[in-house]
């Protein structure tokens, strides 16, 4: 990244969560905890689909992606971020910086999509009950799989690309704890009008149009549950309050954080805390903890375990 004047920009300053001692130890101690507590027990929801052979629908498929999803998305930030809560100097290197944010918005952005298409997946079930295993064969699920990964993966291209191509020839602290395109991009010495106002069509406007598209899907899914008998309607409201639940929780933070590019609010960095590292993991938790075949898959796979490990 050379610029007219000789200047080469070759890492940034992450300032942090906060600059207060007492608080950054608080929130490391909080996070460790949580991070150790409920990141494994994403992976025993990804064992559990994956072992129990009752576990084969749809929605328990996506169910063990979006885990899949979440523990690997929160990995790009939450180590480096308990790391740098106890080091002096946070710096990222800026190809570091460049991972970090293709990382973070190929997986968050495929989550996004995997969001739609469990949607989706639950209109054809409750809809179309009749047609639901001629249109959501294995075959049909591991398309949509693929095309989640590919519109992740084209979603973040654009992202990295509209930062590769803006010069840096100073100013290197970033105004956060990880790299980010609304951070990174205020430290490009040129007008960034235009590159905010992308920045805000490509992930402003998609989480926009997708949060309001799946709460307009879910409910017209409502709706129709309506009609249906009092046991079928209590699991599909069931299923679909948890689906809303996760929907507001994944899209409200990004909304806050991508369609506000001109101005910084002091409640950008705790948002984009629960954005990266909180909300994300708990998110297949909440799944589990409202279904009751997952659940007791769990048990079941827990007993054995004791079992085996007693003998």
Known sequence: METENGTVVTEF???????????QL????????FYLIILPGNFLIILTIRSDPSLT????????NLAFLDASYSFIVVPRMLVDFLSEKKVISYRGCITQLFFLHFLGAGEMFLLVVMAFDR???????LHYTTLMNPRTCYALLLTLWLGGFAHSIVQVALILHLP????????????DVPQVIKLACTDIFVV?????????????????GLLASYAVILCRVRGHSSEGKNKAIS?????????????GPAIFI???????????????LFHTVIFPLMNPVIYTLRNQEVKASMRKLLSQHMVCQME
């Open 13 to 23: 300053i992450l300032l942090g969560l906060t600059q207060s001692q007492d608080a």
């Open 26 to 33: 608080l929130v490391f101690v909080l996070v460790l905890i």
């Open 57 to 64: 629908a749809p929605l328990y498929f996506f169910l063990g």
């Open 123 to 129: 209109y054809i079930a409750i809809c179309w009950p």
């Open 168 to 179: 840096f020839c100073g100013p290197n602290q970033l105004d956060n704890f990880f790299c």
């Open 196 to 212: 905010e106002l992308l920045m805000v069509s490509n992930s402003g406007l998609l989480s926009l149009l997708c949060f309001l």
């Open 239 to 251: 299923t679909c309050t948890t689906h809303i639940i996760i929907v507001f929780l994944m899209f």
């Open 258 to 272: 991508y369609t506000h590019p001109f101005q910084a609010f002091p409640a950008d960095k705790v948002v984009s």
